[in-house]
């Protein structure tokens, strides 16, 4: 069964643009979460989606957003870009989210100069 | 809000040795969970824990659900080289909620003793 996976791996953009960040989840999956992991402030939760809606979202900017597909891949886009967005970013994906345990894809690394 | 209080935040170990970790918050989790990453990677889920006072096990791995339900630990043992990595603990206190209530510790640093 393939895993969660991410693209691009990595990613280098200047100030000001806007990116966009893709994650496909496992086959059956259907809750995908997005993270930014900093050196600082470790892993913090992005926003969750389920069957196509977002059901949970965490203290970011409305620079970051996110949306899901009929057949449950999600991207996540951030626009006007800050050097601190910066970061490797995650998402993980789990059957109906909740109490399930979630697993996570290997990340993008974007680099904003 | 939640917080994780992870520790020790680094050590290293030689190979053969034991290693123990911990992770404890004053508040109440339903879940716990155990990750490792490797450089440039995401996290790898090691051991779910469901159940005040479980204890699993994965090979070498042992992981316990604290009974009060605020604390877990984590064991090692015989390490290996390839143990090197950061391991993440990490607690859900919502069943059903979100996964938006996945908390995470700030990480453990495992690295070889030079």
Redesign the interface.
């Known amino acids: 069964k393939a895993g969660?996976t991410?693209t691009p791996r990595y990613l280098i953009k200047t100030r000001g643009q806007q990116v966009t960040l893709s994650c496909s989840p496992i086959s059956g999956h259907r809750?995908v979460?997005w993270y930014q992991q900093t050196p600082g402030q470790?892993?913090q939760?992005l926003?969750?989606y389920?069957s196509e809606t977002q059901?949970?979202?965490?203290n970011f900017p409305g620079r970051f957003s996110g949306r899901q597909f009929s057949n449950s891949r999600s991207e996540m886009n951030v626009s006007t870009l800050e050097l601190g967005d910066s970061a490797?970013y995650?998402c993980?994906s789990?059957r109906r989210?909740?109490?399930e345990?979630?697993?996570?894809?290997?990340?993008t690394?974007l680099l904003v100069l | 809000g939640q917080q994780l209080n992870q520790s020790p935040q680094s050590m290293f170990i030689q190979e053969g040795e034991d290693v123990s970790m911990n992770c404890t918050s004053s508040s109440i989790f339903?879940?716990w969970?155990w990750?490792k990453q490797d450089p440039?990677?995401?996290?790898?889920?090691l051991i779910?824990l469901?159940k005040a006072g479980e204890l699993t096990s994965n090979g070498r791995l042992t992981a316990q659900f604290g009974i009060t339900r605020k604390d877990s630990f984590l064991n090692i043992s015989a390490s290996i080289p390839s143990d090197v990595g950061i391991y993440?603990c990490a607690g859900?206190s919502?069943?059903?909620?979100?996964?938006?209530?996945?908390i995470?510790?700030?990480?453990t640093k495992l690295s070889v003793k030079p």
Do not use: W
């Open positions: 969660v991410q809750s979460s470790g892993l939760f926003f969750e389920f059901r949970n979202k965490g490797l995650l993980a789990s989210g909740g109490a345990t979630q697993y996570f894809g290997p990340g690394r | 339903n879940t969970l990750y440039g990677e995401g996290p790898v889920l779910a469901y993440f859900l919502d069943y059903g909620g979100s996964q938006g209530n996945l995470f510790g700030k990480g």
